[in-house]
């Protein structure tokens, strides 16, 4: 048999493989001390992580037959160009990171309005935006659509923040 037409091997496959399916029973065993017994719809909270589990299982035995049988096919290449993947935007990342570790920060104190306006302007800066002013007051903007829409109609609570006061004396809350 020549070199090339041997099964290729790869550790890393099976690696993954085994951890798949040691997911699947780990998360099978995790779902038998749930409780079965459903309640109105007779569905227990056990039921979608079975089918998590069973699916999980199913796909870590049918990647260790692919490893098994000469590797995974139809891998994609191993060079980013190649598979059509663009070029990874540090500032881009960076940017949309900050938004969402300052949304995180200031949903409790700062509000939801705020929070939502931050996250807009830093996403919207890290898609390429040179206008962070304009971009907070659109974000703003919508976060308080949202909120309004949520508090209002909705009749759901969501943290005011720092613009309680303002939402009181409108009526708001």
């Not at 099978?28 to 227990?44: F, H, K």
């Not at 949520?150 to 303002?166: K, N, R």
């Given at each position: 048999m020549s070199e090339s037409a041997a099964p290729r091997r790869s550790i890393a496959?099976?690696?993954?493989?085994?951890?798949?399916?040691?997911?699947?029973?780990?998360?099978?065993?995790?779902?038998?001390?749930?409780?079965?017994?459903?309640?109105?719809?007779?569905?227990?909270?056990?039921?979608?992580?079975?089918?998590?589990?069973t699916g999980l299982i199913l796909l870590g035995i049918w990647l260790l037959y692919e490893v098994a049988s000469?590797?995974?096919?139809?891998?994609?290449?191993?060079?980013?160009?190649a598979r059509g993947e663009h070029v990874f935007h540090r500032a881009a990342f960076v940017w949309v990171s900050i938004g969402l570790f300052a949304h995180m920060a200031l949903i409790d104190t700062g509000g939801f309005v705020l929070a939502g306006a931050t996250l807009f302007a830093c996403v919207a800066r890290g898609f390429g935006s040179p206008r962070f002013a304009r971009d907070l007051a659109i974000g703003f903007i919508m976060a308080l659509a949202v909120f309004m829409?949520?508090?209002?109609?909705?009749?759901?609570?969501?943290?005011?923040?720092?613009?309680?006061?303002?939402?009181?004396l409108a009526g708001i809350e």
């Open positions: 496959e099976a690696v993954l493989s085994v951890g798949v399916l040691l997911l699947g029973i780990a998360t099978a065993v995790g779902t038998s001390m749930l409780p079965s017994e459903g309640g109105y719809a007779r569905i227990g909270p056990n039921v979608m992580p079975g089918v998590a589990a000469g590797g995974w096919r139809t891998m994609p290449p191993q060079d980013a160009e829409f949520f508090v209002l109609l909705l009749t759901v609570s969501l943290p005011a923040g720092w613009l309680a006061p303002l939402f009181r």
